[in-house]
């Protein structure tokens, strides 16, 4: 495991987190780092991702106005800040960084390198 994600944790409806994820050397501009997760029995679903080269960012439409992905170029590390949290919200949220085209930033198959995982819980 070469990244380092960390912040989950348990929170009421409507609370906020932020989980950071530390890349060290995979931050050179064609490099781009996402958030997944994956909820118990489900397929794991893109959350927001980042482009190193331009910050340019992506989100899911479940995300949106909620969520908002960032980066510290300087700490070479990816935030997640999760605002206005639901129980749906609730999964194992893992960071990846890779080199994907712009039309598979989705795809957890176009990152190659993978964090542990973080859990993320919110209570209702």
């Known amino acids: 495991v070469q990244l380092q994600a960390s912040g989950g944790g348990l929170v009421q409806a409507g609370g906020s987190l932020r989980l950071s994820c530390a890349a060290p050397?995979?931050?050179?501009?064609?490099?781009?780092t996402a958030w997944f997760r994956q909820a118990p029995g489900k397929e794991r679903e893109f959350v927001a991702a980042i482009r190193w080269r331009d910050s340019m960012t992506y989100h899911a439409d479940s995300v949106k106005g909620r969520f908002t992905i960032s980066r510290d170029r300087a700490k070479t590390t990816v935030y997640l800040q999760m605002n206005s949290l639901k129980p749906a919200d609730t999964a194992v949220y893992y960071c990846?960084?890779?080199?994907?085209?712009?039309?598979?930033?989705?795809?957890?198959?176009?990152?190659?390198?993978w964090g542990q995982g973080t859990l993320v819980t919110v209570s209702s």
């Open positions: 990846a960084t890779g080199q994907p085209v712009l039309s598979e930033i989705r795809r957890p198959s176009a990152y190659g390198v």
């Open positions: 050397g995979r931050t050179s501009s064609s490099f781009s």
